[in-house]
């Protein structure tokens, strides 16, 4: 029996690579897949994919019309339901168990309830119930299950696996620049702390270089400095080859891909103490140094700690980045769990 991913999803940020990455490993192994998103994936084999460009949360109808033709089409086939969002996870799944009979339907969850909405309560309490329902739920971090276990009791019930997300890794170390970079990658938004990274560059005596690499527009009020440079929408391996340690600010980081993206490149990550998973991936005072927010310290004491000791934090980053090898944990995703 053939088989084909479907992935109904509004995916952005962590996710959107995750799907992305997906997709391009079940390509290379001759699955179908069928994406219904409104987001453009970056994704080279595009003639490959059977991509619909849709709303889905905005445009229900059109979206279950596309559903009925795919049901009719894939009759013989057992298809597969990739899911990352609950709101869309509860208004497709009846459907789906109605006309997709002999199909698979998997739910990933890699955030939690950071707004306390009422209407996202209930949403999240309906989908944990539907959990139970399905073949399983894959978690990105412990920290990330445990939330839901804690706050969404029918959770407990469902099969569930612990799945962190991963990269392709680089070939080898590469060398770094002479002059001590420290980069800030992602969203410029204060929910990535951005602010914070800008507060301890302001305090550099001009010792270090602070680097910000985002595909955002940065805001016009921010200044830039000699030692404060900003790239916009850069590829990753020209980001990681011009930073020497990575410094994580954002408040909540479940299973962030630029650590991992980091690792491979033998870059060191500094982080602070933060909810989430993130201290699950970074081993503390061995690829990286996670800061305890219960001590009054200054954060150039640790950059000058990785500085001092950079050759074993690097090497050992490297070596760590072995275990979020895409090659291997999405092959095994796809044919241990989700085809078996």
């Not at 006309?99 to 209930?122: A, G």
């Not at 302001?202 to 602070?210: S, T």
């Not at 790239?231 to 299973?255: F, H, R, W």
């Amino acid at each position: 029996m053939k088989n084909s991913i479907i992935f109904i999803s509004n995916a952005i940020g962590g996710i959107k690579t995750f799907q992305d990455t997906l997709i391009k490993f079940a390509i290379q192994n001759n699955i179908e897949c069928i994406l219904l998103d409104q987001i453009n994936h970056n994704i080279k084999n595009k003639k490959k994919i059977r991509y619909f460009k849709i709303k889905v949360l905005d445009e229900i109808f059109k979206t279950l019309k596309i559903l009925i033709n795919l049901s009719n089409i894939n009759k013989l086939k057992r298809s597969i339901f990739i899911f990352s969002n609950p709101v869309i996870f509860v208004i497709y799944f009846f459907f789906i168990k109605l006309f997709f009979k002999n199909s698979k339907i998997f739910f990933f969850v890699h955030s939690h309830l950071t707004k306390k909405k009422n209407s996202l309560k209930i949403i999240n309490y309906i989908s944990s119930i539907l959990f139970i329902f399905i073949n399983r739920i894959f978690y990105v971090s412990k920290f990330t299950k445990r939330w839901w276990d804690k706050n969404y009791f029918f959770c407990k019930y469902a099969k569930n696996t612990i799945q962190y997300n991963s990269v392709e890794l680089s070939d080898k170390i590469n060398s770094k620049n002479r002059a001590f970079s420290i980069g800030f990658i992602g969203r410029v938004s204060r929910e990535k702390g951005l602010d914070k990274f800008l507060d301890i560059a302001h305090e550099n005596k001009k010792e270090f270089f602070f680097k910000i690499f985002s595909n955002e527009k940065l805001k016009k009020n921010i200044k830039q400095k000699k030692y404060i440079k900003y790239y916009y929408n850069k590829n990753v391996a020209t980001i990681y080859k011009n930073i020497n340690l990575l410094l994580i600010t954002s408040p909540i980081e479940n299973c962030p891909y630029t650590v991992l993206e980091a690792k491979s490149y033998g870059i060191p990550t500094l982080v602070y103490k933060t909810k989430g998973g993130i201290n699950e991936i970074v081993k503390n005072n061995f690829d990286g140094i996670i800061i305890s927010n219960k001590k009054k310290v200054r954060v150039f004491d640790y950059i000058i700690k990785i500085k001092k000791n950079y050759k074993f934090f690097s090497s050992n980053a490297f070596s760590n980045s072995k275990k979020f090898n895409a090659k291997t944990e999405i092959k095994k995703l796809i044919f241990d769990k989700l085809l078996k």
